[in-house]
């Protein structure tokens, strides 16, 4: 069936170097796209989110690309911070089909001090 | 910054037994899900609830879970009868409507 993955289970990265982490997806029809940040013990908490008719997306020290022709969806987190350290998941969403979001599988990121 | 609580932060509860999980939304959201996440699997959705019934649910939501919101603050995940399998975290959240996706902290429920 259609999914969200992850290309990279864990990423580790020295403290203030760039983090990239991608995700693939595979249900074209998908056209709302979030990260998500989560920190153990905690639950999900939003970082940035890109809608499909968006190619890049900016916030404070992170950046969503999406490539809609390979179905792939980046993260980057500038001058990567130890309390950045954390799983990462995307999630997908079809709008007019309902609320609900599929998640992929997360990459851990750990960063080094 | 508003949140979403979810009560209580662990519950073990032995097979076979009912347990309810309780989550207060954000004030103004009008949309609620609960979803689950097996230890070190990926979050899973269970079900949405919007304008007092449910509006989606995953094959996981089966006969034996059931949502309610009892009053105007509180939203409830019952399991009927506890499984093993249903070990897991269970997320709570809630959004005004199609953006917004605000997730609780989690209620670890461990089945002995």
């Known amino acids: 069936g259609e999914s969200v993955g992850l290309h990279l289970p864990t990423l580790s990265v020295q403290e203030g170097d760039n983090s990239i982490i991608n995700c693939a997806y595979s249900?074209?029809?998908?056209?709302?796209f979030i990260w998500y940040k989560q920190e153990s013990g905690k639950g999900p908490q939003f970082i940035i989110d890109i809608r499909s008719n968006m190619d890049k997306r900016q916030g404070q020290r992170v950046t969503v690309l999406l490539n809609k022709t390979v179905k792939h969806l980046s993260l980057q987190i500038a001058a990567t911070q130890p309390g950045d350290s954390a799983v990462y998941f995307c999630?997908?969403?079809?709008?007019?089909?309902?609320?609900?979001?599929?998640f992929g599988g997360g990459t851990r990121l750990m960063v080094k001090p | 910054e508003p949140e979403v609580t979810q009560t209580p932060s662990h519950q073990v509860t032995q097979m076979g037994q009912e347990v309810i999980l309780r989550c207060v939304p954000i004030s103004n959201h009008l949309y609620f899900y609960w979803y689950r996440q097996i230890l070190g699997q990926k979050v899973e959705f269970l079900v949405s609830?919007?304008?007092?019934?449910?509006?989606?649910k995953s094959e996981i939501f089966d006969d034996q879970f059931s949502v309610e919101r009892p009053d105007g603050s509180n939203f409830t995940l019952k399991i009927r009868s506890t499984k093993l399998e249903d070990s897991a975290m269970y997320f709570c959240?809630?959004?005004?409507?199609?953006?917004?996706?605000?997730f609780g902290s989690g209620t670890r429920l461990t089945v002995v």
């Open positions: 999630a997908e969403n079809i709008s007019g089909a309902g609320n609900m979001l599929t």
């Open positions: 959240a809630s959004n005004k409507a199609y953006y917004g996706y605000t």
């Open positions: 249900n074209s029809a998908s056209d709302y």
């Open positions: 609830f919007y304008n007092n019934e449910i509006s989606e």
